[in-house]
């Protein structure tokens, strides 16, 4: 299959002051793909995702979307976070950042944000047009939260959330945008055994309704059972890229990351 | 180029003096993140303990020296004692509450203060004490810079000195600044965060007793409303400097009052307000922490 | 019910606040004549209402937290009474009936003194929600937002002194100018966070009424705008007295038009994105919000309120200079909001009716108004630090049922 | 060492934890799992007094602490890594470490113990000037770590110190645990999501379900437990 | 009813307090004297004192609280503002209102108040006397004008610098406002140093001009200082000290010589054992003249009040005055006051 990647990175690189935090990264993830990211704490994971939604401005280097069926490919290099996410890019974050005083429908509701249109007249009007749409934005919603088991949970804040309850609503809340590419950062941090099981059926669910995913996580036993392909880095750089059974074997990932004898 | 010296001169005494009130504000604000209304109340009540010791003593005939050291003694006592009273009445129960609130009791506690006073003692204006005397050897430049001016812009930066070491030197200071950032840690590490804001608040209403003692004997004058002006205007030179950074309350001070004096002196001072507030907002386009605030971490 | 700490503890707070206020309370000078007054007395007297008041503190936070402890469920039930109120429609109907009904009849059996007064509340109220949507929906610090009521007020003096235009007609224009305003404003602040929003929205605020105050050609400065028309309607003009009600029922019907639509932006997408702005800008973002826009949007209602209102001011106090619109003004705008209850127009509300009337029916303590008027607006928030009436939002329901899954 | 006796403690309205029981005897390491919001955290605030306990009794050394301040809680030598990692974040890597060392006052062990630290985390000695807010994830979890190692506390409250770590580093974690268990005497009470390798390293455990113990014993009968098996270790 | 009731209205909080407060204990001194002889034809007097913190949002709902509360005849408002913005309100309820303090000419001058006298001069007429001496007796040519940017101060300065322009003997070379309040004026003075300016012409208040006279002579400049009747009040020497000496303020015709003026003052350092303040003659002069007419006119009806002001002469402090027919006070001369020896010596 050599279709063209719907995302493609090349030479990406990120400098904070002295800190090469990404050096000239390359990387591309196509359709349907759960492609996962890996790397020793401080490689550059983070960064990397926050240079892709428009958080950073990287140093160097392209970012090129192309949106799945088209040929036609957008660069994301120096757009808004918004306007990255209205391309069809969306992320969770590796420090829990819900809105933490709305309710957990209306956390997935703000994800419906960027696809609908009703403003201020709308808004005063009630017309017929945005009845209807937020008709389409609560339903929608918890058609979403069903998905990942929150649907019950609804009008709860989401600040009472537990916490692996929280790194699904995040997930729901970034489903939401529809993007066709959805950055994971360390969903499973933080969730017991049990519960990353649930997440590794979750996440394989996300995958075949049609959603590209691109994943950072330090649980390997998770990785190796959902990516179809992994990259390793290491201080901002590509150490190794592959299948999950190549990566495990690849001594430079043993030595930099998974350490010996992996239990996984 | 006289006119420009002299200008220039006028601006410094004046920014130090906002630069004076503005270091409590800042200290204030650093560990709470409060904007603290009234501060500006602290600052005036010292000017009152000090005029109204300063005046009994010089009544009972006591020489100029002790009346200025027992005078700035006891402005420095009783403006603590109340900014910890303060603090301790109106803020300290809000620690938990919403960001904005402490901000309406706050507003609150500045409108008591005044009215206290004004209670107290009287609506009207009284004179200050003249606690400086004008020293002979300034006497040729004394057109330029008095001997007011001079012991203002050297007490401020003795103190900027004094408070920039302590803040980043010592461990109090340290425990300050932790306590600003991460309370719930702050504990965590072993440190009373009760006393740290204690001490913070009492610290930064010395200062403010140190400002109002020198204000108001350049000045000649006070009564109980002084406070509020010359806390908006510490307010905005402290916003410029950067909220929390103590050479920047000195710099915002400076850069303030300066700018006011060449308005006032180029343009027209009807407009030197305008002036001063369009600076601030023009420097926090640019730079939207202040001049020497750290710029924000973002990191996600 | 008080032990002997607590008496001991009263004494050493009495003590302490004896010396505390001894300079200021106790000496009196008079610098010229050269006389120093020893006010001894004083210190008695602050002894003792030091100690009274303690042990009254101390009295209701043990109440508190023995209610607290007893019977957590009544006290619940207690706090929320307007929340269930609110939640169920027919009380809902029923109570707002019925403050309306109190609202109409109001003017007839009070005295234009009390009609006035609650007017000026009535302005407040809607001053107040207008804020909200700043500060407690966009969670945008505005403590300069007089300025955009100045505008309101001055764009009906100025058109009303030159061009004879009448309330109605400026109405909107005043509206219109507030908001450009808040634009104007909102441009160069949005990248500002927090409290340096605060202090350049406060300088602007102080920039407009400095200019009005200097640029006499333009505003009268300092002197003001006297003589300025009473609204009519369709040509009638009011007497004084006929007036005062008027503006009465004008105010009502603004409020209840802003309650509506403030009501119905709240539960809207855009409502939605000013709250999520406040709780996570980053997060908002990445959810492809656009940040400048919903501020400014944010900025601009909130100042057209501001506008409106401004031209119901000179209208009512037909005089107007620079000296209406200091800061203290958005001071007190903003305890409204705070007080209240960020967020909750309920809470509002009561927030502008308390802050308001209070000053007014504390004029009966006379030269101690505004001590009292500093110290209840702290304890208050001593008190009540979430505000009087927390927001309630609302629930959505689907038409599809979840279940919530079996518990393994 | 430390006892905790009808243990209650909660937010608002919500009672976190209901009626805890649990004892922790010098130089044990013992781990308390549970599932996501039974109330570790909690547990774990309410011993160092950051959240009040509304009845019940904490003892360490036979002495009644639940009404102390958090800080004289430290004093006596209870350091906590809380969830979350609570790095200062405008302190430097640094003055993040100094901060561990509060009430210390003997200059030249603190220093023997932050070359200590920075032999344990290499990257946090090439970070050393980095403010700690813009760490990585990873980062400031060991940053975290280290700085509750700088008290050189009696007992360390863990609270989930693996989270969001490299496997490598991990594994390290695990062994400084258990070595500064063996070296210093150093009581451990760990709260881990991964509960396998807690147990593997603890002495004891205590299992908590919405907020009550309902089962503790030796960490092997635990990891022998089926319903554990299947409820916690994902097996 | 069995008592009059007299309203009193004026800044009583807030930072104008203390141009508010004199007026209060000037009222009640007077009033407790007439009611200790009895009252007016038996009725006493009975005070109803209200704050408007001279705001004129606020001095609407004093002024209504006023008139519901049956208020008779109101001395206030003391802010100009606030009394324009209450007076269609008393208009409305035929209620005569004095102002010891108001001084905007409007205010009498426009005829829109027909019910509003006031024992103060307007701004032109100080402003009048004061360029006069300033061109005529001390004659300079180049002056300087400073306002404290309120509508008194600015309103002053303003007829100030029309009137140099119009003598055509001196020319304005400097005409600006200062903040009140701010905490230095070094700039100002340097400013007036720099356009050389023989005389300081400054409309405001008396903290201000405390201020800027000290900041004149720290700056070692040498300038004359002239002012008007918020500068002549005592407070002023007091504030400025030795600062104040040589300074010129326009105030009315010599008061120390006048019996009732010494009397008024010596009763309020009885009463109350403070100085009185700003305004307090003027507000003692004019509860006198109000309650004159009320004794005169035999009641308080508005028409009838105001032949009695129009006509019936009264002793007060301020001297021997009746009002003219738009509300100004006749027979308070004005004249030029200096600061010699710590007290205000009238030059002649
Ligand atoms: N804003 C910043 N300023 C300075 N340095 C930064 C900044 N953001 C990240 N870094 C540095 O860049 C490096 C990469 O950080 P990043 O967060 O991307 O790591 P990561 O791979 O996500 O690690 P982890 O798995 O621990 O989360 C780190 O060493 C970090 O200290
Ligand atoms: N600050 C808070 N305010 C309100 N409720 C809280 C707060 N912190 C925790 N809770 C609630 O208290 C309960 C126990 O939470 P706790 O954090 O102790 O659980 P935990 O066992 O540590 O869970 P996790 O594995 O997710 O860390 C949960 O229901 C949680 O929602
Ligand atoms: C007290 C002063 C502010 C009054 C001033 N004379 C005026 O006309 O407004
Ligand atoms: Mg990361
Ligand atoms: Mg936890």
Redesign the pocket.
Known sequence: MMATPILQISGLTMDFGGIRALNRLDLEVHAGEIVALIGPNGAGKTTFFNCLTGIYTPTAGEILLTPPGSTKNVSLKGLKPNHVTEKGLARTFQNIRLFSQMTVLENVMIGRHCRTKAFILGAILRNAATRREERQIVEMSYAILDKVGLAHLANEFA??????AQRRLEIARALATEPFLLLLDEPAA?MNPQETQELDRLIKEISTDGHSILLIEHDMKLVMSLSDRIFVMDYGKKIAQGKPSEIRSNPAVIKAYLGEDVDA | MDYFIELFCSGLTRGAIYALIALGYTMVYGIIGLINFAHGEIYMIGAFTAFIVATVLSIYGFPLLAIVILAGFAAVIWSSAYGYTVEKIAYRPLRHAPRLSPLISAIGMSIFLQNYVLLAQTSNFLPFPELIPEFAFMEPIAHIVGSTDIVILITTAVIMLILTIVIKGTKVGKAMRATSQDRTMAMLVGINVNRIISATFIIGSALAAVGGLLIASHIGQINFYIGFLAGIKAFTAAVLGGIGSIPGAVLGGLVLGLTESFATGYVSSDYEDVFAFSLLVLILIFKPSGLLGKAETKKV | MLGFKEIKNGLLVSLWFVFLTFPLMVVKVDPVERIVRWRWENSLYVAIGTFAVFLLVKIIIQRRSRNAAVDKEAEQKKESFIHRVLASPRQKFTLIALLLAVAIVFPLFSSSYQTNVMTTALMYVVLGLGLNIVVGMAGLLDLGYVAFYAVGAYSYALLNHHFDLGFWAVLPIGGGLAAIFGILLGFPVLRLRGDYLAIVTLGFGEIIRLVLENWSEFSKGPSGISNISRPGLFGIEFGLDGAIIYIYYLMIVFMIVTIFIVNRLQDSRLGRAWIALREDEIACQAMGIDKRKTKLVAFSLGAFWAGIIGVVFAAKTTFINPASFTFLESAIILAIVVLGGMGSIVGVIFGALILILLPEYLRALSEYRMLAFGAILVAMMVFRPQGLISNIRRTYHSDKKFPSPTQQ | MLKLENIQA???N?L?IKDIDLEINEGEIITLI?A????????LMTISGIVPSRSGRILFDDREIQRKEPDEIVRLGICQVP?GRHIFPELTVQENLDMGAFLRRDKKEIKRDIDYVFSLFPILAERRGQDGGTLSGGEQQMLAMSRALMARPRLLLLD?PSMGLAPLVIRQIFEIIKQINAENRTTIFL?E?NANQALHIAHRGYV?ENGRIVFSGKAEELLKNTDIQKAYLGI | ADTIKFGVAGAHSGDLASYGLPTVNAAKLVIDQVNAKGGINGKKIELLIEDDVCKPEVATNTATKLVSQGAEVVLGHICSGATKSALPIYTNANILVMSPSATNPDLTYSGEYPNFFRTIAPDDMQAKVDVDYALDKLGHTKIAVIHDKGDYGKGFAEFAKSFVEKSGKAEVVLFEGVTPGAVDYSAIVQKIKKSGAQAVIFGGYHPEAAKIVGMIKKKRLKVDFLSDDGVKDDTFIKVAGADAEGVYASGPKDTTGNPLSKAAFAEHKKVFNADAGAFFENAYTATLAMVNAIEKAGSTDLAALKKALQTEKVDTPLGNIYFDDKGDAVGIGFSVYQVQNGAFVEMK
């Open positions: 600040r009472n959330l537990p916490y692996g933080g | 909660g937010y608002g919500i976190a549970g996501n919001g039974a109330g570790k955290s909690t547990t969830e989930e709260v999501q908590i």
